[in-house]
């Protein structure tokens, strides 16, 4: 059965530091990924998504995510944090049969000043 | 409208008593689905709506959870004879067309606290 992983419920980085908020996942067939964000009392919204064209996927808010079809990786990572970025970050994958989104269950990134 | 609007954006209600969610989404959006977010939990699949038909009600925690969407628009989701454990927000999302190989538009959500 495909899945969703994503390494940490909650992630720690100071301000300026590398941000990276992991996701595994496990497919049968190339999927399409998709990195979503939650700000406070917000709904989600789309950062980013990989749809088997380049391997390097820039999203906004300078995030950007590489699909690793032999790692089954689909990593988000941004060169330096800001304040703003607090908030959760969800990892998604396209269902094989039905075409719904299999989500994980979030990372929280907070960032200390 | 502009986005997918969600009423009531709160809610709370008492033991035993029902209540009507309501998702209004994005204008031409054929796709809408329901999303339970308890605190601290990930994402829960409710039910999907293809026009006015749901073709994926898996997700419905039990028989007092129904949902209808009407004319292809508006959703509403009632939970009848709430319970404690229903407390949670309860998130809508529409697309362009089916399953999920577009970008979901996501609602603010509605917040259920149940007394």
């Known amino acids: 059965a495909q899945s969703v992983t994503q390494l940490g419920s909650h992630v720690s980085v100071s301000e300026g530091a590398l941000v990276l908020l992991r996701c595994n996942y496990s497919s049968s067939v190339p999927p399409y990924l998709f990195w979503y964000v939650q700000y406070p009392n917000q709904g989600l919204q789309l950062l980013l998504k990989?749809?088997?064209?380049a391997t390097l996927v820039k999203g906004i808010n300078g995030f950007e995510a590489e699909f690793k079809k032999s790692e089954t990786s689909f990593h988000l990572t941004k060169p330096s944090a800001h304040m703003s970025d607090a908030a959760e970050y969800f990892c998604a994958v396209v269902k094989d049969s039905n075409y719904q989104l299999i989500w994980g269950a979030g990372t929280k990134l907070i960032i200390k000043p | 409208g502009a986005g997918v609007s969600q009423s009531p954006s709160n809610k709370v209600t008492e033991k035993g008593k029902d209540v009507e969610l309501r998702c209004d989404p994005i204008s031409g959006h054929t796709a809408l689905y329901w999303y339970r977010q308890s605190l601290g939990q990930g994402l829960e699949f409710l039910i999907y709506f293809q026009g006015n038909s749901a073709p994926d009600k898996s997700g419905l925690p039990s028989d007092r959870f129904s949902a209808e969407r009407t004319g292809g628009s508006v959703s509403t989701l009632t939970i009848q004879r709430t319970q404690q454990e229903d407390s949670a927000v309860y998130l809508c999302?529409?697309?362009?067309?089916?399953?999920?190989?577009?970008?979901?538009?996501f609602g603010e959500g509605s917040r259920l606290t149940v007394l």
């Open positions: 999302a529409s697309s362009l067309g089916q399953g999920s190989t577009g970008e979901l538009f």
């Open positions: 990989y749809t088997s064209a």
